[in-house]
Every structure is written in C-alpha cells, then in structure tokens.
C-alpha cells in the first residue's frame, strides 16, 4: 500500500514553461486535493476534487488547472510557470475525516 | 470554517509531556477540532480530532474545554522524532459539507524537543 504517491519530487522550470504534476492513490479514496506551500507558511488550498468527475477551486486557483483523470489520479498543471508559483506542491486524498499527504514536489521557476 | 490561535513555538524536553494550545472562540456547533503536524519538509500528517468530548489515540490525547472555545493537545512522552510544526484545524464534518474534505491551515506550532 503506497498510499499517495507524487511525480516528480524536484523540478526547476523557466518562467512560460509548462508542467504537470502527477499525483495518485491507492486507497480506493474519493476526494483528493492540491497544496501549495510556501516557505515558513501554512498550506493554502489550490484545487479540490471531492470525487471522481468533479473539481472545485479552493483558495488559490490563479494560474493552476486541475484533472481529476479517474479515482486514482488527480494532476495539476502550470500552463505558463511564473516565479510566483516556486513553492513546494502536496497532494492528498480522503475518504471521509483524515487526509493522508504525499511527500511533496519541490518547483522552481526562473 | 472558524480561525484558530496557537503560540508560533514551544519548546519540551524528551520524555516529558509536551502540550499544545489552541484557541478557537469562534467555533460553531458542527464544527470538529483536527490536529496535523508537519515534520520538516514532509507532507503532514493526521493526528487526532474531536467534537467535544476528550478523544485519546495511540499518538495523542486532545482536550476540549467545555464551551469549546480551546483545545490542548498532549503528546504524553515526547520524543525527539515529534520535533514538528503542529497545526490545529476547525472544520465542519466532511459528511456534512458535501464539498469535500477542505482543510484550512494557518502557521501552526514549532514544536522542538530537545535532550
């Protein structure tokens, strides 16, 4: 049991370079979610999936677009990288109470 | 979902009780109490949480105040290995939103246990 697993775990981009994030699970959970967290601050919502086929904004959307591709994975993509998004990138799944978190992936951008 | 308030940093020896605040005086009455902690640079990780009974598990203790407005929790015999940032969430429960699970993290407590 891997339980939430992320690709890659480093990345340095240049700024309008584009990238996915892969993120999945295997816990058989429904909701799934996207962190970001900049240094010495808390994680701040990106986008939420609260099951398979659907996706909601969470607090910072700009610049972020999301896939929910089945109940596994759920990735995140940067379009056109800007510094402001050099932030350390967490996934997580729940099924009801407790969100299990991956280990992260590290981004730059130049 | 209500704002919390905890200290930025604590220190606790090892091997001695460490206890964390946690005030939440706006809290509603659907609203649970969740504990996660962040060992550096890791994803975090579920702790404990309650309504407004004391809850204990094999990591942790929490303790409600009974008008709810503030919560400890208690790692009983800390050890170095639970030098974290510990945050302290107030959300409703999942199954009542129907919106998913959001969790609404603030800075937290920089829980340091030393020798």
């Given at each position: 049991n891997a339980g939430v697993t992320q690709t890659p775990k480093f990345q340095v981009l240049k700024t309008g370079q584009s990238m996915t994030l892969q993120c999945a699970q295997d816990m058989n959970h429904n909701s799934m979610y996207w962190y970001r967290q900049d240094p010495g601050m808390g994680l701040r919502l990106i986008y939420y999936?609260?099951?398979?086929?659907?996706?909601?904004?969470?607090?910072?959307?700009?610049?972020?677009?999301?896939?929910?591709?089945?109940?596994?994975?759920?990735?995140?993509?940067?379009?056109?990288?800007?510094?402001?998004?050099?932030?350390?990138y967490f996934c997580a799944?729940?099924?009801?109470?407790?969100?299990?978190?991956?280990p992260g992936t590290r981004l730059t951008v130049t | 979902d209500a704002k919390t308030t905890q200290p930025t940093s604590m220190d606790c020896a090892e091997g001695r009780a460490a206890n964390l605040p946690c005030n939440h005086s706006t809290i509603s009455g659907n609203e649970y109490v969740y504990w996660y902690r962040q060992i550096?640079?890791?994803g975090p990780q579920y702790i404990i949480h309650g309504l407004k009974n004391n809850e204990t598990n094999e990591m942790a203790s929490l303790i409600i105040t009974e008008d709810r407005k503030s919560s400890t929790l208690i790692l009983p015999h800390a050890t170095l290995r639970?030098?974290?940032?510990?945050?302290?969430?107030?959300?409703?429960?999942?199954?009542?939103?129907?919106?998913?699970?959001?969790?609404?993290?603030?800075?937290?407590?920089?829980?340091?246990?030393e020798l």
């Open positions: 999936s609260a099951s398979e086929g659907t996706t909601d904004k969470g607090e910072v959307p700009n610049g972020y677009n999301v896939s929910r591709l089945n109940k596994r994975e759920f990735s995140l993509r940067l379009e056109s990288a800007a510094p402001s998004q050099t932030s350390v799944s729940s099924r009801s109470d407790e969100q299990y978190f991956g | 550096h640079s890791q639970d030098t974290a940032v510990y945050y302290c969430i107030v959300r409703p429960y999942p199954i009542l939103t129907g919106g998913g699970n959001k969790l609404t993290f603030g800075t937290g407590t920089q829980l340091k246990v």
